[in-house]
C-alpha cells in the first residue's frame, strides 16, 4: 500500500464514521417529528367531537357521542346506558387504527 492510497482510505473511514453517528440521530429527529405530527392531528380531531359522532376510546369502546363537557364526553355504549369519558380517550372512528381514512363505521 501507497503512502497516497493510505490516506485515501483513512479519509474514507472517517466519513463512514461520520455517516454511521449521523443516521441514528436523523433516525431519532424523523421519528419525533412524525409523533410530533400524529399527536397535533389528535388533539385537532378531539377537539372537534360533536354530539351525535361515533367514535371509539382508547380502550376499545365504542359508542355514540351523547354530551360534551370541557373535558368530559358522555358516551352511549347502548340503550339507557351513558358513561363518562375524558375527552383525551376518545378517538374519533376516522382516526381508529386499522380503518381506512375515510371508511364509515362497520356495519
Do not use: F, K
Not at 464514521?17 to 380531531?45: D, G
Not at 382508547?58 to 358516551?75: F, R
Amino acid at each position: 500500500m501507497t503512502l497516497a492510497t493510505g490516506a485515501a482510505a483513512a479519509q474514507g473511514s472517517g466519513t463512514m464514521s461520520l455517516l454511521l453517528l449521523a443516521l441514528p440521530i436523523l433516525l431519532l429527529i424523523y421519528l419525533m417529528v412524525t409523533q410530533r405530527r400524529r399527536a397535533r392531528a389528535m388533539t385537532q380531531a378531539q377537539q372537534g367531537l360533536q354530539v351525535g359522532q361515533e367514535v371509539m376510546t382508547t380502550a376499545g369502546m365504542h359508542g355514540v357521542i351523547q354530551g360534551l363537557e370541557n373535558d368530559v364526553v358522555h358516551l352511549r355504549i347502548a340503550d339507557g346506558v351513558v358513561v363518562r369519558h375524558d375527552r383525551r380517550a376518545i378517538v374519533p372512528l376516522s382516526m381508529a387504527p386499522g380503518r381506512p381514512s375515510g371508511q364509515g363505521p362497520a356495519a
